[in-house]
């Protein structure tokens, strides 16, 4: 009864996060990029980025109390992708290993590269579409690749959200690498034992 009762009661926080913050933030965002658009302010565009990473977040805690411990890792990563391709506008193929199991922490982990990944690929790569590869076989590994512009991972200092990727990687013990090239698109690959 206690767990039903918990169960419940995370669910009520969800619904009421989601009715609440979520819907409030979502406002922010929207009004702050028709402002961008219409008023010629340098801050604007940041305050609207950390309006967006704001609701990123407020989602990620309304999923994190919905999903329930039976929740797969291939699960909660089709989630996780589909929800931030549709809101940043890529489309996501998935092959995704129904057998890849992790602690809830290191899947938390896992979602919030994905997460990062897929925005960049939209966002910075301007990429049309990303593939997602989750398997089981030789390990484990997880596998993001994207049609975007792509860059020159030698040319750059590496961007808070790859600098993330790699720090939330090493959490788990995984290893994290970037393969990208100007005009080719660009492949995160995490693997892990």
Do not use: C
Request: no cysteine.
């Amino acid at each position: 009864m206690a767990r039903v009762a918990a169960g419940e009661q995370r669910r009520r926080v969800a619904r009421d996060l989601h009715d609440g913050i979520a819907q409030e933030l979502a406002y922010s965002v929207g009004q702050t990029h028709r402002l961008a658009e219409r008023i010629d302010d340098p801050d604007l565009p940041h305050v609207a980025r950390a309006a967006e990473r704001a609701l990123d977040e407020s989602r990620r805690a309304i999923n994190a109390l919905r999903s329930s411990e039976e929740e797969t890792v291939s699960q909660a990563v089709a989630q996780a992708a589909e929800d931030v391709g549709h809101r940043v506008g890529v489309v996501v193929r998935l092959s995704l290993d129904p057998e890849v199991a992790l602690d809830p922490q290191a899947k938390e982990e896992v979602l919030r590269i994905v997460r990062e990944a897929v925005t960049n690929a939209a966002r910075h790569g301007k990429a049309r579409r990303v593939g997602i590869v989750l398997t089981a076989m030789d390990g484990q590994s997880l596998t993001i690749r994207d049609d975007g512009e792509g860059f020159d991972p030698a040319s750059t200092n590496g961007g808070f959200g790859l600098v993330s990727m790699r720090e939330r990687a090493h959490a788990i013990g995984a290893d994290l690498s970037i393969e990208s090239t100007p005009g080719e698109g660009t492949t995160v690959t995490v693997k892990w034992t």
